[in-house]
């Protein structure tokens, strides 16, 4: 049986697990007859012209996790900023970890999607913003059907979260092949601020998929920072959909880290709704192998007076392939807008591959917008001018790319963070950097 075939047929199984009478009930068994129709994206789809499915969907996946949680802390302390004082919400195959996580439920809600869908007290926001911004795509519909589990964070008006939130999802291998459907909903109010670091991290050989769904709402003049760590094992494949709404003078900035992975696909769509908004998306990819990282972005210029800033760097070695489509919209009203968009990036090897596709689609006459890309190799001339001061061709060689991508790193906000960001680039470039290890 073939994965989507398995997938529709297990929805009435899924169905038995949860309440059919929430306020979702209708909104899921919409979406699994989306999936039905569209199915899963194909390179027939210009959006996924260069990223095919077709090998990830060829195993069969438990749809269903075990009710098992073995993990202790000290096995899986390596994945965590164990040096700054979070807010945890931990799964693992699925299932919520409770005496791994630390939630509350004092001045802001860091808590489950399992208790937000199914209590009466979280119907308004439920009702108010799930599902509202989130694409009817195939692939999309399909995490919403099977809507259950993941991240819920409500940050009231006027509440700064007093320390980062970190939501990481663990895979164990207790199944030989597993599908993941993680979904995310963060609303952050009027003059609220918040920080947010995500991992997917397989502990096993064993085929994951996670078809991970996040919306984030971010009201007047509120600041969101969200951080995506993306350094799985070669059988983890991830499907990240993000969908951000911003209104008045909100400022909303994702950084995306993609080192590890079989095949990664980011889709990350902004939705300005007002005047004075900033989004930042910005990305560092190194990866090698046979690896394959997609990155599609959007962003909607929808009022006047806003600005968006994208800025992506890519360094590709062996096989490894990279995709860069972005695209930026500017509506006719949507006058006095600044919109920039950068895709640079390096191939170590004549076997590694880009294709980067910059769009932009403006209908306003008084904006500031542009895109650039370029490829290319490492400067042989700044090579040889560190090689002839006594630095080692591998030190060298490391030392440029670290250059290369580090004005992404400049803008990272939690200084353990962006140390822990330093590491796992020293690890990929296979050499010391100077950074502890």
Request: charged content about 25%; some cysteine; overall charge negative.
């Amino acid at each position: 049986m073939e994965l989507k075939d398995k997938l529709v047929s297990s929805f009435l199984a899924f169905e038995d697990t949860v309440d059919v009478d929430s306020a979702v009930h209708d909104i899921r068994s919409q979406a699994i007859k989306t999936f039905e129709e569209k199915g899963f994206p194909t390179k027939k789809e210009e959006a996924w012209k260069y990223t095919s499915l077709n090998a990830v969907l060829k195993h069969d996946y438990s749809i269903f996790s075990k009710e098992e949680d073995n993990l202790e802390f000290k096995d899986i302390k390596k994945y965590f900023l164990h040096d700054l004082d979070t807010y945890k919400i931990v799964f693992i195959d699925g299932k919520y970890s409770s005496h791994l996580s630390e939630t509350t439920h004092d001045k802001i809600d860091v808590c489950l999607m399992s208790s937000a869908l199914t209590h009466e007290k979280y119907r308004s926001i439920i009702e108010n913003y799930f599902n509202k911004i989130a694409t009817e795509d195939g692939i999309t519909s399909l995490n919403t059907a099977f809507s259950r589990e993941g991240a819920y964070i409500y940050i009231p008006k006027n509440k700064l979260a007093d320390k980062p939130i970190q939501i990481i999802h663990f895979s164990t291998g207790i199944e030989s092949a597993q599908m993941l459907q993680p979904r995310n909903l963060i609303v952050v109010g009027e003059n609220s601020h918040v920080q947010i670091i995500e991992r997917h991290q397989s502990l096993t050989d064993n085929p994951v998929l996670t078809n991970s769904v996040t919306e984030i709402f971010a009201d007047k003049r509120a600041v969101v920072d969200y951080y995506k760590i993306q350094n799985d094992n070669q059988n983890a494949s991830l499907i990240d959909s993000t969908y951000i709404e911003q209104h008045t003078q909100s400022v909303a900035s994702v950084h995306t880290f993609a080192f590890g992975g079989n095949i990664t696909r980011n889709n990350l769509n902004f939705y300005q709704k007002g005047e004075g908004i900033d989004s930042i998306l910005n990305g560092i990819t190194i990866i090698e192998g046979k690896q394959h990282v997609d990155h599609n972005t959007l962003v909607h210029h929808k009022e006047p007076n806003c600005e968006s800033h994208q800025d992506y760097k890519g360094i590709f070695d062996e096989k490894a392939t990279g995709v860069f489509n972005g695209k930026i919209i500017v509506n006719k009203e949507a006058q006095k807008t600044n919109a920039f968009q950068s895709n640079n990036n390096i191939l170590l090897s004549d076997k590694a591959t880009i294709n980067s596709k910059p769009q932009l689609e403006i209908f306003a006459d008084d904006v500031k917008c542009s895109h650039g890309c370029t490829i290319g190799q490492l400067d042989d001339s700044a090579l040889f001018y560190m090689r002839s001061r006594g630095i080692g061709e591998k030190e060298a060689r490391a030392l440029l790319m670290y250059a290369f991508a580090n004005n992404v790193l400049s803008s990272v906000k939690i200084p353990q963070l962006k140390s822990r960001i330093n590491k796992l680039i020293s690890k990929k470039l296979g050499v010391n950097l100077g950074f502890d290890l």
